[in-house]
């Protein structure tokens, strides 16, 4: 049995009344960061992450470095409320692009900010280049030379 949801709000008892009649064992979602830290606080709430009943997975697709690290930290959050969500956040596999940690990489990184700068006077900051576009410069070179 699988159930998908198109939309929804990110109010807690809407994830409540999701995840209660607990019908499903494996949850997939690919959704916002926030709403996520709500999916798994709510399942928290509900004895799902402890139980090892339930396997919950998150398809990250875009990649942040800054919300990949501690996605259940919220700064304005007090510290229990953090504690809590990290605890939640134990239960969850994220799946999500790989970064290349090679000089190449860097260096096409470096390139794709300098255009954006330059461009469109797009500064990225500390931001990561988006996979996609590193995805896409990869399969314009395959094609080249494919082509060629």
């Given at each position: 049995m699988?159930?998908v949801?198109?939309f929804?709000?990110?109010?807690?008892?809407?994830?409540?009344?999701?995840?209660?009649?607990?019908?499903?064992?494996?949850?997939v979602?690919?959704a916002s960061?926030?709403s996520?830290?709500e999916?798994?606080?709510?399942a928290?709430?509900?004895?799902?992450?402890?139980?090892?009943?339930?396997?919950f997975?998150?398809v990250?697709?875009f990649?942040?470095?800054?919300?990949s690290r501690?996605?259940?930290?919220?700064?304005?959050?007090?510290v229990?409320t953090?504690?809590?969500?990290?605890?939640?956040?134990?239960a969850?596999?994220?799946?999500?692009?790989?970064?290349?940690?090679?000089a190449?990489?860097a260096?096409?990184?470096?390139g794709?900010?300098n255009?954006s700068q330059q461009l469109?006077?797009?500064?990225y900051g500390?931001e990561?280049?988006n996979?996609?576009?590193?995805?896409f410069h990869?399969?314009?070179i395959l094609?080249?030379?494919?082509?060629?």
């Amino acid at each position: 049995m699988y159930f998908v949801i198109g939309f929804f709000d990110e109010k807690r008892h809407f994830f409540y009344n999701l995840l209660y009649p607990r019908r499903v064992k494996v949850i997939v979602m690919c959704a916002s960061p926030d709403s996520i830290r709500e999916i798994m606080m709510t399942a928290h709430d509900l004895g799902m992450v402890d139980s090892g009943e339930y396997a919950f997975f998150s398809v990250e697709l875009f990649t942040s470095t800054n919300e990949s690290r501690r996605p259940w930290f919220r700064e304005q959050d007090p510290v229990e409320t953090n504690r809590k969500a990290r605890k939640a956040y134990e239960a969850l596999l994220t799946v999500t692009a790989r970064i290349p940690v090679t000089a190449e990489y860097a260096e096409f990184s470096r390139g794709v900010k300098n255009l954006s700068q330059q461009l469109f006077q797009k500064p990225y900051g500390k931001e990561e280049v988006n996979t996609y576009v590193t995805a896409f410069h990869d399969a314009v070179i395959l094609y080249s030379l494919a082509v060629n």
